[in-house]
Structures are given as C-alpha cells and as structure tokens.
C-alpha cells in the first residue's frame, strides 16, 4: 500500500502509461497502418500465391510440431513428476535450453549439424534426404524452439493433482491407460491446453532460428513471419502488413484463449 | 532414494499413474532420444564447430573489434532494458494486484503481447512508429536507441509476470502493521514490500536479461545492422551470411554461456526461495512467467 491517493494516482500514471506507449500504441498502429488504404492491399498481399504459400507452410510446421512436443511434455512431465530418477534433474535443466538460447544460435547449430560439413551430410546425400533449405529443416528448428512449453506447463498442474485418485482407480482395476486416460488427462488437461497454445504461438511466429535454415525462398521455404522481413525488403508495405496483421490477430487469439483457460484452470 | 528404488518404482503402482503403455525405462529412454535428437546434437555440433580450428582461433574470432563491439552492445543494452523493465514492471504488476481500475482484465491479458505476437511484427511496427515516418516526429530508428526499445518491448512481460503471484500471496498484515506504526507509503514498501518481491525479481530479471541477450527478429528491421546497432545474434546471422562459420559458431557459444550463466542465476534463486518457504510456489513458476499471475482478474 503505497498510501495516499496522489501515489496512487502517480503509480497508475507511470504504469498504465508505460503499458499504452510501449504496448497498446504499437497494437493500435498495425491495424490503422494495415487499413489506411482500405482492405484491398493487404487482402491481396495474403492472397497472393507466395502470400498463401507462407500461411500454408507456416500451418505444415505447426501441424508436426505441436503434436510432437505435445505427446513429449506429457510423458516427459509424468516421468519428471511420478518417476524418481537421478537423471531428472539433467532432462528439467536440458528442457529449460531453448529458453536461454538465442533463435539465431539454434538456426546455426542446426546449418551445422545438418549442412554441407555437418555430421549427418554424408548419410543425408546418400538417401537423398535435403533438409537444410527445405521444409524439414524449419520443422526442426520450430520443434526446438517451443520444446519447453507444454512439460512446463504439465508439471505444476501434475505435481497439484497428487496421486489418490489415480490409486483409487487402479485399486478398482483400472489399467495404466485406463488411468491416464480417465483420471490423468482430464485432471491436467486445461494445463495441458495452456502449453499447446503457447506452443503453437511460438511456432507460428518462430523468425531468427527458421530463418537461418530456411534460406528464405518466395514460394518455397518462407513462412509468414519469413514473407513479412521479404516483403519490407523488396519495398512492399502492404504486403508486409497484411501479413503482419494476420499474425497480429493470432497473437490476439493467443491472448484470449491464454485467458480463458486461466480461468478454466482456475475453476 | 537410492538406486534399488527404482525396480520398485518400476512394477509398483503405488505413486499413482505411471507413463501409460510403455514401462519407465522405455519412457525415459525416448525422452532422453528425443531431447538429444531435437536439442543436445545439434549444440554439440555447434560448439565443435567453435573450436574446430582450435582454442586460438577460436579467441581469435570472439576478440575481433565487431565481435567484441557486438557483445559489448548486447550485454550493455540488456542491462538497461531489464532496469526500465524492472521498474515499471514492479509498478505494473502491484497495480494489477492491488489496485483497481476500469480496464484491468483487459490489461492484465494484453501484458502478454509480447510474447504472443511474432518478433519481426513488432520490429516491423516499431520501425513504422519511430522511423522515419513516424507520426510522433520521433527518429530513433537505425541507433541504439532503438535497440534498447526493442529489447524492452520483447521482455517487458517477464518481471510483470514473476513479481505478480508474490504480491498476491503476500501478507498484508505486516504492511498494516508497520503503516499503523507509523511508517510512510515509501517506507512500508522499502521495508516490507521491496524484500519480499526481491526472489520474484530476481528470477524475472535473470530471465528477461537472458531472453535480451539472444533477441534478433524483434532488433533486426527496427536498429538494424549498422556499425553501433548490430547485436550480437545480428552479428551471427552476418557471419553465417559471410561464410564464416566458425566465427559465428564462435560467437554463438559465448553467448550461450551468458544465457546458460542466467538460467543457473534463477535455479539459484529458486533453490533459495524453496529453503526459506518463500512464496516457493510463486517462484516456482517464474521460471515459465507465463504460469504466472494470471488470476488476479
């Protein structure tokens, strides 16, 4: 309680200013930026072929990584939370990497690994397999990035639930599926729900480590966070807020539906 | 918990559900693949390549002028933004528990933006709002400056985030007490409030400063690649753009080792806050400062 009503009114002010020239100015600017000239440019920018073919890929990447990451922080939350293990401690502290890592340094180490020097280029260049410069290599470099979020996520909610119910069912028979499936899942799920929205915002605007191992080419690696950087550097501005506009609206999503499950969990 | 435990963890299903359809150890087998997979190869590929022409050249690349100027720049300008940020932060966050004003739901959700939207939107956005053409009249744009602002947009959520669960479970009797006993507003908070942030704090700045130090899309349109504005993860992506591998893998791991020395800095912290019962919960979860507060609504 910082006391008089003057402070308090001196805190809103540098607060709630801060919030609005550092955050809600910005927000404002992209839509009225976007539309200054109606809806027709940027319509079109998405709409056209390479516009389409970035939000096409950009859902391809979130389509294998979500679920990848989804099904790992599951398992790897029970086996932190359920299995005592002297290892656990070196998986929490790996999980925790993406986090403290710069996206442009896990773009590199994956152009190292996977590229014309890398450790795996003979065996790629004998089966054929291209994976730097081509969809593979974005999957990886998005399934790396957004790794954390869902065992972050799962663990606290894990370790809240604790194991009576779990026991009650397998001492009335259940098996170990039967268990996860109706008493595990349904107790950690809106958790669960939170890490895969969390997860899939990181994926869908993943730019330093994608652009690093993508090669960034029109029509063929770009994903919308790649179209945007193409689009100002070829002097295109409504075509870079077009897209901009439509990962600012799934940045909205994000927060909204961040919100609601808030308050599921809460409940 | 000594080793023997673990066969009778493995059969006995009296620490509730286990990992369903395969046994522990299968489970952690492919935990431990796929975490190597995904994650551990590829950095031990990069710092191989680090040191691939050895430890001298390797020096060699991290001490030459741009390297140095670039993370001279990085650690300096992060430095200030998780001050700005741990100022207004501290604000906004008591202002989101403590106070109450129309519109505090809705600020409390947007407090997340900037880890919603995608980096390059913001950089793009900045670059429209205090660039050349900006509204304002304000040109920041292509100095450093401008990386700072954009540093401070991109972890502006994390101290909110990490101080706003210890003021929620924060006892108010004390602060009562001391008001009643005569103390100040700033008093009581330098006193009673500031200390018992300070583990939130701590843990927020650690992070944020961590996520300053790698941020790239967010720096890249709105300060650039010019001589006084190029930081560190910019001055990679050159690198790699140059050809020159090693000096970017070089690089790379210098300022991995300053992320990973920021990690240990809230693992410490956290360990401190558990032993001394410290809002342990809260402080838990600042490790992911989006678990964080988000029920004062």
């Not at chain 1, 081509?134 to 954390?148: D, E, N, T």
Request: a neutral charge.
């Amino acid at each position: 309680m910082a006391g008089s009503a003057t402070s308090r009114w001196g805190l809103r002010v540098l607060g709630l200013g801060y919030i609005l020239l550092l955050l809600l100015i910005p927000l404002g600017f992209v839509f009225y930026k976007t539309f200054e000239h109606g809806i027709a440019p940027p319509f079109e920018a998405i709409t056209s072929p390479d516009g389409m073919h970035a939000l096409k890929l950009t859902l391809i990447t979130v389509a294998i990584a979500v679920p990848l990451n989804t099904v790992f922080g599951i398992a790897c939350a029970i086996l932190l939370v359920r299995h005592k293990w002297r290892g656990n401690f070196l998986v929490d502290a790996a999980i925790n990497l993406p986090f403290a890592i710069s996206p442009v340094v896990i773009g590199l180490s994956l152009f190292l690994l996977y590229g014309t020097t890398g450790w795996f280029e003979p065996a790629l260049a004998e089966a054929g397999v291209k994976i730097l410069f081509s969809v593979p290599g974005m999957v990886l470099a998005c399934i790396f990035v957004s790794l954390p979020f869902v065992v972050r996520e799962t663990v606290p909610v894990l370790q809240e639930i604790g194991t009576e119910q779990e026991q009650a069912a397998s001492t009335l028979g259940a098996n170990s599926w039967q268990a996860f499936w109706r008493v595990t899942l349904p107790a950690i799920r809106w958790g669960v729900a939170y890490g895969v929205v969390l997860t899939t915002a990181r994926v869908l605007g993943e730019f330093g480590a994608v652009s690093v191992v993508s090669g960034s080419i029109s029509g063929q690696t770009q994903t919308l966070p790649l179209f945007v950087e193409k689009q100002y550097e070829n002097f295109n501005l409504p075509g870079a807020f077009g897209a901009s506009i439509l990962l600012a609206l799934l940045a909205l999503a994000t927060l909204l539906a961040m919100n609601l499950l808030k308050r599921k969990e809460a409940a | 918990m000594e080793a023997g435990t673990l066969t009778t963890h493995r059969s006995a299903p009296r620490a509730g559900v286990r990992l369903p359809g395969v046994g522990a150890g299968l489970g952690r087998g492919m935990v431990v693949l796929y975490l190597s997979l995904i994650v551990l190869l590829p950095l031990a590929a990069l710092s191989s390549q680090a040191f691939s022409d050895g430890l001298g050249h390797f020096w060699q690349q991290v001490t030459q002028p741009q390297a140095i100027r670039s993370l001279k720049l990085t650690l300096i300008a992060s430095l200030i933004v998780v001050l700005i940020n741990a100022f207004f932060g501290t604000i906004l966050a008591w202002l989101l528990v403590r106070d109450e004003f129309p519109g505090k739901a809705a600020i409390n959700a947007v407090v997340d933006l900037p880890f919603a939207l995608p980096t390059i939107v913001a950089s793009l956005i900045l670059l429209q709002l205090w660039g050349d053409k900006s509204p304002f009249g304000v040109h920041i744009a292509g100095t450093p400056v401008a990386v700072v602002v954009a540093l401070t947009f991109v972890t502006f959520p994390f101290i909110v985030r990490a101080v706003q669960p210890l003021l929620m479970e924060m006892d108010r009797e004390m602060e009562e007490a001391a008001a009643s006993l005569g103390a100040s507003g700033f008093t009581v908070f330098r006193r009673i409030i500031f200390p018992n942030l300070l583990p939130g704090l701590g843990a927020g700045i650690a992070l944020a400063y961590a996520r300053a130090l790698g941020e790239f899309g967010s720096v890249l349109l709105f300060a650039g690649g010019l001589a006084n504005t190029t930081v560190s993860s910019v001055f990679i992506k050159q690198q790699i753009e140059s050809g020159n591998d090693t000096g970017a893998a070089a690089v790379s791991v210098v300022l991995l080792l300053c992320s990973l020395l920021c990690l240990a800095v809230v693992g410490l912290i956290q360990r401190w806050a558990l032993r001394h019962d410290r809002s342990a919960s809260g402080v838990d979860t600042t490790i992911m400062p989006f678990a964080g507060g988000g029920g004062s609504t």
